[in-house]
């Protein structure tokens, strides 16, 4: 659930930075297993209650959004400073409220949306949007009193002010469940290249270590010559060495692999290596297509 909700709140930074124009981070309060009276009872009023239908079912999770959070989101898009912290006056959500905020709540929905697709694997999303908004929490009926939900808080920092407020995610887990094997069916339909196992060994490959070695210059000399080195002499390099350096990956019992060649030059007072040639594309093909069919 955590590498779900962490999904979600990509989701929103990115729509969410878009939407009011300023940078917006995401920070996970919480994340438990709740009655859904419990919840209701720990709601403020007024209230600012997006219900999500999730799939074409009608009330099956509700965002209830702080007014804290729903005052910044108006302020912004009615053009509103992002490095301006406006005193909040506490007051009735009206129309512009809902309309404004309604992309947020979608946007919340889409994120956890998104982050089950990544959990199990598929491509399909389940759509999950805002129909309305409720003000009552005992208007907020999305299931009976004593059954379980999910319930998701998460804090965001908008702007240069760091203006702040809360969003908590509800969602019974009758909706979870009835999601949840929808999403089996699909992945049950994928290629073998989806399966855990195949996603793990391309994440093993992928991060697998690889030293590269970077040689100005190579030359064979006899056992004499090396004998008479000592300090202070010189081994002299071709003319061209800088512009002609070998790029080399050293691999356990095997010999030395030439990448391809480079350049040495600087960057940012460090001394960096401009490739002048594309990998070799012996040793990186077969990884390029284990890369390619996973992603099919």
Known sequence: MNDIVTEL???VEKKARAYLGTIVEGMILEIETKSFS???DGMSMPAMIGIVEVEGVDRAAFVNLDMDLVFHVVDLRMGG????LPEFAARRPTGIDNAMCAPLVDMIAEGFSRGLNAAFGVDEEIPMRCTNFEHMPMSANIAPERSDVLSVKVSLDIGEAARSGDFEFVLPFSALDLMATRLKKSSSHTSNSRDAWAAH?????????LDIQPVLHSAIYSVADVSDLEVGGMIILDEDAQHNVQVQV????????VLGSARLGSLKRNKALKMLSEPDPEFFEPLRSMVSAAER
Do not use: G, N, Q, R
Not at 201 to 209: C, F, K, N, Q, S
């Open 9 to 11: 709140i990509k989701a």
């Open 38 to 40: 419990e919840v209701l």
């Open 81 to 84: 400073s992002p490095s301006e």
């Open 201 to 209: 060994m391309l994440d093993v490959v992928l991060e697998t270590p």
């Open 250 to 257: 050293d691999l356990p019992d095997e010999p030395l692999l």
